[in-house]
């Protein structure tokens, strides 16, 4: 059974970078599937922020292009979302998750509060 | 990007009725449309994909059909279970986009 734990600070000052790790288990990110970072902000809105697939490459929404890095650990079997310069209206929680097209498997989620 | 429109934002409805919920898509996203169901402090569950298909384990009580770009979730029987934040996900095209969202509460 694949299984995604979100992990990383529950507090950003704005300006700061995010930096949040999803560790799997039960699988290898480099067999298969496309691994994501999506967002819930408060009020329930939904946001994909882009992915690292299983041979590495990355796609990024294009709102989050400039400020967003998605990077892996193959032999930690974890994946990475750095954002950047992040201000109040990127308080949310944050879901690592994975799937191709529709996301068959997700973390628990952390949430995360950009404040000063 | 791709805009969802998701109606209603809520809804309340009793033990047993039959609910359906709506996602207007901009443009054509063919069947590449994802259902979810999310509770309170938990991550979202994977209902419906392929915008018809029933996930694994998900009860038959749930379905989901398309009429051009729109896309409805129905849940038949309604259950204390069933209550919940409902998304819709296209997945035609990046960026993937997500509706805003149903509550779905029972009386």
């Known amino acids: 059974e694949i299984q995604l734990q979100e992990s990383g600070p529950g507090l950003v000052k704005p300006s700061q970078s995010l930096s949040l790790t999803c560790s799997v288990t039960?699988?290898?990110?480099?067999?298969?599937?496309?691994w994501s970072w999506i967002r819930k902000f408060p009020g329930n809105k939904m946001e994909w922020m882009g992915y690292?697939?299983?041979?590495?490459?990355?796609n990024y929404n294009p709102s989050l292009k400039i400020r967003i890095s998605i990077t892996r650990d193959t032999s930690k079997n974890q994946f990475f979302l750095q954002l950047n310069s992040v201000t109040t209206e990127d308080t949310a929680t944050y879901y690592c998750a994975s799937g191709m097209g529709p996301v068959a498997y997700w973390g628990q989620g952390t949430l995360v509060t950009v404040s000063s | 990007d791709i805009q969802m429109t998701q109606s209603p934002s809520s809804m309340s409805a009793s033990l047993g009725d039959t609910v359906t919920i709506n996602c207007l898509a901009s443009?054509?996203?063919?069947?590449?449309l994802s259902w979810y169901q999310q509770k309170p402090g938990k991550s979202p569950k994977l209902m419906i994909y392929g915008a018809t298909n029933l996930e694994d384990g998900v009860p038959s009580r749930f379905s989901g059909s398309r009429s051009g770009s729109d896309y409805s979730l129905t849940i038949n029987s309604l259950g204390y279970d069933d209550e919940g934040i409902y998304h819709c996900?296209?997945?035609?095209?990046?960026?993937?986009?997500f509706g805003a969202g149903t509550k779905l509460e029972l009386k």
């Open positions: 039960g699988y290898t990110i480099t067999s298969g599937y496309d």
């Open positions: 443009q054509d996203i063919g069947n590449y």
């Open positions: 996900h296209q997945y035609y095209e990046y960026p993937d986009t």
């Open positions: 690292i697939s299983n041979s590495g490459s990355t």
